[in-house]
């Protein structure tokens, strides 16, 4: 199928470009050989080399790329294709062997080769100067951002934080004592660790959640994985931004009912006050506070917690980085081509550092907001897709909006079934049959219909055929992407199993 040129697809041309088209093989072919690659620079990052690297840099690259690293305008440039930015966080994951075969080598309509033209030492100086460029915008970026220092996998940007709840260590300690703290429900039964397991990637295995009180919500709870990058927090709530602002609905929220503390904001204090180890907690955290003990301060620090949630050390992680070619198998390396092609297009809804459309962080300018109908309803009358899970379209009473609901992480995947919105799908396999289909086919029943007819269902939705092995090669591609170290990572995990708790209630066990 021939696809027509997009502004989207202009986007991800610029994505592309320059040396992060050769670094991350979800958008090219990688043909760097894997001993050129691993090569590292022989030259020591001294004031001479650095200088010399920058004379050659400003004469041979900042015409297109800029002294700073950022690629100029297009008009500019000194070459029509666009340019990737040098100083971005994505140069952190690419191997000094990589940058100095695309510096040697150029690509293709893009950059023209150095070869014949810069010695041996001046391009190995390039790249000291390149990484200088990253080494000099993160130092900008730490600066900006605080004294709290971040904990990231190579390759991840930092984060987005409200200005009005900037990180602290101590924060986060006290987030992760309330994250897990049953006192947060009215019958002291439940807790936000409840719903969002560390063992299960932080979801709970259900199809659809269920609340202290017994009430079956109409959609699963999403995985925290990475939750700090997500400029859409649920799944099909456009309005919901900022972490803060999510952590409110759980424990007030009466439609459905989760925690269940709708006016009972004194009573929560009151309990929280009672624990003697919230004394020093919430001391520490808002230490300027003669009285710390808020609503507002209870979650900011569940916020400050969840943003510490990052996953970023998978097989496949340390496979693509470059580090470890045999991080994964070779079935998930085919894999990896099927998931990043045209055949299959699942990149398109879940690429990135984080594998989800939607996303954003520090200094990234505009967020990316996506929501997609997959076709997985497509009943008759007004809406496509039964009350009440009828997408953003709840909120924007826009009839093209039916059955949009945010595409989630891919990270941890095999670990967070049931699969969509209301858990409907019950394996991976049941999944890849899905999009095959081009859409679900329900035969009979109040919920038949045929998926692929849905008039809003998305484009990158087409349907194809895989072999039996393709099928096992996409299947060892997708446990690439479990990180075991994030299962079980201490920093993470319940506080208060350590902690004595006299009245045995309180706290999730």
């Known amino acids: 199928m021939k696809r027509k040129f ?12 320059w040396i992060l088209a050769y670094a991350h093989k979800a958008w090219a072919q990688d043909d760097i050989p894997l001993e050129e690659r691993l090569r590292k620079n022989p030259l020591p990052a001294s004031a001479t080399h650095l200088e010399s690297g920058g004379k050659v840099y400003r004469d041979s690259c900042a015409g297109c790329h800029g002294m700073d690293g950022k ?28 940058i100095y075969w695309v510096v040697t080598h150029g690509i293709e309509n893009f950059m023209p080769a150095s070869e014949g033209k810069l010695s041996d030492t001046q391009r190995w100086e390039v790249v000291l100067y390149i990484r200088e460029l990253r080494a000099r915008r993160k130092a900008i970026e730490i600066a900006q951002l605080g004294p709290y220092r971040w904990k990231l996998p190579v390759g991840f940007p930092y984060p987005n934080v409200p200005a009005d709840n900037p990180m602290t260590p101590e924060k986060v300690e006290l987030g992760r004592y309330l994250f897990y703290d049953q006192r947060l429900s009215l019958n002291q039964t439940q807790s936000c660790a409840s719903c969002h397991k560390q063992k299960l990637a932080f979801t709970d295995g259900r199809p659809r959640g269920v609340g202290s009180t017994g009430e079956l919500h109409p959609r699963g709870a999403m995985s925290l994985a990475n939750v700090a990058y997500s400029p859409a927090l649920t799944w099909a709530n456009p309005n919901i931004h900022q972490l803060e602002q999510q952590a409110l609905l759980p424990m007030f929220g009466e ?31 808002f230490p300027k506070e003669s009285n710390p003990f808020t609503v507002a301060n209870v979650v900011k620090a569940i916020a400050s917690f969840e943003r510490t949630i990052i996953s970023g050390d998978s097989p496949y992680d340390r496979y693509a980085r470059g580090g470890d070619p045999n991080a994964i198998a070779e079935s998930a390396k085919r894999g990896e ?9 699942c990149f398109h809804c879940h690429g990135g550092f984080n594998f989800t459309g939607t996303v954003d962080y520090f200094q990234k300018g505009l967020p990316e907001v996506e929501f997609h109908n997959t076709g ?18 709840e909120f924007t009473q826009n009839l093209d909006d039916v059955g949009k609901f945010k595409a989630p992480t891919l990270r941890n995947v095999m670990l967070t079934a049931p699969y969509m919105h209301d858990g409907s799908v019950k394996t991976i396999d049941d999944v890849i049959d ?13 919920l038949a219909g045929v998926g692929a007819e849905n008039p809003n269902r998305s484009d990158f939705v087409q349907g194809f055929e895989l072999t039996a092995e393709e099928r096992k090669d996409l299947h060892a591609f997708l446990e690439s992407l479990t990180d075991k170290s994030f299962l079980t990572d201490p920093a993470l995990s319940n506080p208060w199993i350590s902690v004595s708790h006299p009245s045995g209630q309180g706290v999730e066990k």
């Open 434 to 446: 899905h999009y095959g289909a081009g859409g679900r086919t329900i035969k009979s029943g109040p």
């Open 255 to 285: 439609n459905p009912i989760e925690l269940g503390m709708s006016g009972k904001e004194t009573l929560l204090i009151e309990r929280l006050k009672a624990e003697p180890k919230y004394q020093k907690l919430f001391a520490a955290a």
């Open 376 to 393: 997985l309803y497509n009943l008759k009358g007004k809406t496509s897709y039964p009350v009440p899970n009828t997408g953003i379209y």
């Open 71 to 98: 690629p100029k305008p297009q008009t500019e440039q000194s070459t029509p294709a666009p340019q990737g930015d040098l100083s971005d966080f994505r140069m952190e994951s690419i191997r000094d062997g990589e």
């Open 337 to 345: 081509l099927l998931f990043f092609g045209e055949k299959l297009e």
């Open 6 to 17: 997009t502004f989207r697809s202009y986007l991800l041309l610029i994505l592309v470009a």
